[in-house]
């Protein structure tokens, strides 16, 4: 087994957040404190540590699953919008974060646009982790 999946998932997640704030190009936007993280959320972030946690959560989703595009994502963290007496609907969440937190692993290094897949045309499919990327996940203890 790897070591990313030894440790307990929040835990790894918080050293992993930790290990982010060190690198140069992950740098919290000063948007930030003023947007809310999707359509479904009534306040703006008030997590000082938000940006490099969903940072960390965005890079261990690319680990696990190969390849993910903005859109997976958005799907991913999204949440139920409450509409008063209406049901609740699902929205997803906002994509200029991922998107953004997407670049930054791109100057990083740890991550890079996945070339063309059999069976899909003309779209970019996602993003894929490098070798750096990955030899950076396994190396947080």
């Known amino acids: 087994?790897?070591?990313i999946y030894e440790l307990d998932?929040?835990?790894y997640n918080k050293k992993?957040?930790?290990a982010l704030k060190q690198i140069p190009e992950f740098k919290e936007p000063e948007w930030v404190k003023f947007v809310?993280?999707?359509?479904?959320?009534?306040?703006?972030?008030e997590d000082p540590d938000f940006w490099y946690k969903r940072a960390a959560s965005i890079l261990k989703q690319i680990y696990r699953k190969k390849i993910v595009g903005v859109n997976r994502l958005r799907t991913k963290y999204g949440s139920k919008?409450?509409?008063?007496?209406?049901p609740e609907k699902f929205k997803?969440?906002?994509g200029k974060i991922i998107r953004t937190i997407l670049q930054q692993t791109d100057a990083a290094g740890f991550t890079e646009i996945a070339?063309?897949?059999?069976?899909?045309?003309?779209?970019?499919?996602?993003r894929k982790?490098?070798?750096?990327?990955k030899s950076f996940l396994e190396g947080i203890k």
């Open 92 to 94: 997803r969440a906002g």
């Open 81 to 86: 919008k409450n509409r008063g007496y209406k």
């Open 1 to 3: 087994m790897n070591s």
């Open 9 to 11: 998932a929040h835990e």
């Open 115 to 126: 070339k063309t897949i059999k069976g899909v045309r003309g779209r970019k499919p996602g």
């Open 129 to 133: 982790l490098t070798e750096n990327g």
């Open 36 to 45: 809310k993280s999707g359509p479904a959320k009534e306040r703006p972030i």
């Open 16 to 18: 992993l957040a930790k």
